[in-house]
């Protein structure tokens, strides 16, 4: 079964704190992304990435496909980070991406 | 080209009616995504287009449940009989290949 898992499922933190977003998946996958959804629905996509590292900014996003987990990092934070932030992958060669369901970060100022 | 666009934003439709939402993507994108958002919940596929065709469908999408993307262009999300188990939040993503994903700001239908 394609399983997707984040954690935590939701997230306070003071503004200016280093947060850390984890996902795990179950079997092999081919790519990851990582996305950012705020109130109201849109979605935007932070990092598509399939090994290593990538950052932008304050958001650095890591995976292990040895241990088939990912984390999504910020630093500094800031209020305006607060949003739901989710993670979704492919599974080998499938055509379509599954969905963890999100962990909401709430930055406080 | 500012991105993928859909129409309408908020469906508010009364138990038994037929709800038609349309999906515009990055117009050199060939492949169009449906997804599904309850509260809470990730995204759940529901359909996918690749140019004119539908290549996939999940087992999510009932027979009441109808998607087309006739030019390979825009495409259309049609509900028939509508049920409040519909009422969710419809994403619509597409992408150049199956690389990453743009997505359109969602429509969210509320069945009363």
């Known amino acids: 079964k394609n399983e997707v898992e984040q954690s935590p499922q939701n997230l306070t933190a003071q503004e200016g704190e280093f947060i850390t977003i984890n996902c795990s998946y179950s079997v092999g996958i081919s790519a990851l992304h990582w996305l950012q959804q705020h109130p109201g629905g849109g979605i935007v996509s932070l990092f598509m990435l399939s090994s290593g590292k990538k950052k932008h900014g304050r958001l650095i996003a890591t995976i292990n496909i040895q241990e088939k987990h990912s984390s999504l990092h910020i630093t500094a934070s800031h209020p305006r980070d607060s949003a739901v932030y989710i993670c979704?992958?492919?599974f080998g060669t499938g055509n379509q991406f599954y969905f963890g369901t999100g962990t909401s970060l709430t930055v406080i100022p | 080209d500012t991105g993928v666009s859909q129409d309408p934003r908020h469906k508010i439709t009364k138990r038994g009616q037929n709800v038609t939402f349309r999906c515009d993507p990055i117009?050199?994108?060939?492949?169009l995504y449906w997804y599904r958002q309850t509260l809470g919940q990730g995204p759940e596929f529901l359909t996918y287009f690749q140019n004119e065709a539908q290549l996939e469908k999940s087992r999510l999408l009932s027979d009441r449940f109808s998607a087309e993307r006739p030019k390979g262009s825009f495409s259309t999300l049609e509900i028939q009989r509508t049920e409040q188990g519909d009422s969710a939040m419809y994403l619509c993503?597409?992408?150049?290949?199956?690389?990453?994903?743009?997505f359109g700001s969602g429509t969210r239908l509320t069945v009363v």
């Open positions: 979704a992958v492919r």
């Open positions: 993503a597409s992408t150049l290949d199956i690389s990453g994903y743009t």
């Open positions: 117009s050199e994108h060939n492949r």
